[in-house]
């Protein structure tokens, strides 16, 4: 099935640092990518997505590009804000209305003034 | 916007009660979900649900039933609450056509059971 590895947290940067989370996944066919973000209390959210190799998803800044030759997905930002505090998550989903989603274990970014 | 609605935000139950987690989608869609949220395990998938009376266990789906009798409705049974289901429990939801949609989710259902 389907697995996804993300790097560890909590990840602690100052503001204005660049941020990069790591990702990689392996699935069957040529899954479309996703990253999501969960705000303290809350559900998660879609934050950006990419259905094919080479595509770039990209939304507040944040940004991430669908490598298939490294099956890899890295989430990146060139500056945060102690307002991206927040478990993001790298998710690989089939084609079809029968394939579940794969989650990271997501990874807890926190962003010191 | 689609709108995931989990019925309570928080809850608290005893040891062997049958509680209900209700989830609500207001955008016709097919596929529904539930997942755990548990501290350095992710989230993990209890059942979900291709369409309305349809249901699949996800990989945890031990003490759990749900039940889809309407489209825009999953609800999650637990059928004699233990301490050990005390969670953050998420439903989430997704249109079928292509996989260029990923899922919405509700704001989550924090349970505590003592």
């Known amino acids: 099935g389907d697995s996804v590895t993300q790097m560890e947290g909590p990840v602690t940067l100052s503001e204005e640092a660049f941020l990069t989370i790591n990702c990689t996944y392996t699935?069957?066919?040529?899954?479309?990518l996703f990253w999501y973000v969960q705000y303290p209390g809350e559900g998660l959210q879609l934050l950006l997505k990419a259905t094919k190799a080479d595509d770039k998803g990209s939304n507040k800044g944040f940004e991430a590009t669908y490598r298939k030759e490294t099956t890899s997905f890295h989430l990146e930002k060139g500056s945060v804000q102690v307002s991206d505090s927040a478990v993001y998550f790298c998710?690989?989903?089939?084609?079809?209305?029968?394939?579940?989603?794969?989650f990271g274990t997501g990874t807890k970014l926190q962003v010191i003034p | 916007d689609v709108k995931v609605t989990q019925s309570s935000r928080y809850l608290v139950k005893r040891t062997g009660e049958k509680v209900f987690l209700e989830c609500v989608q207001d955008m016709d869609h097919e596929n529904m979900f539930w997942y755990r949220q548990d501290p350095g395990l992710g989230l993990r998938l209890i059942y979900f649900s291709y369409d309305v009376k349809m249901k699949e266990k996800g990989d945890i789906p031990e003490g759990y039933s749900v039940s889809r009798e309407k489209k825009e409705r999953f609800s999650l049974i637990l059928e004699s609450a233990s301490t050990n289901q005390t969670s953050m429990y998420l439903c989430?939801?997704?249109?079928?056509?292509?996989?260029?949609?990923?899922?919405?989710f509700g704001s989550g259902t924090r349970l505590t059971v003592v």
């Open positions: 699935a069957t066919g040529y899954p479309s």
């Open positions: 989430a939801s997704r249109k079928v056509d292509t996989h260029y949609y990923g899922y919405t």
């Open positions: 998710a690989p989903q089939g084609s079809g209305g029968y394939q579940k989603v794969t």
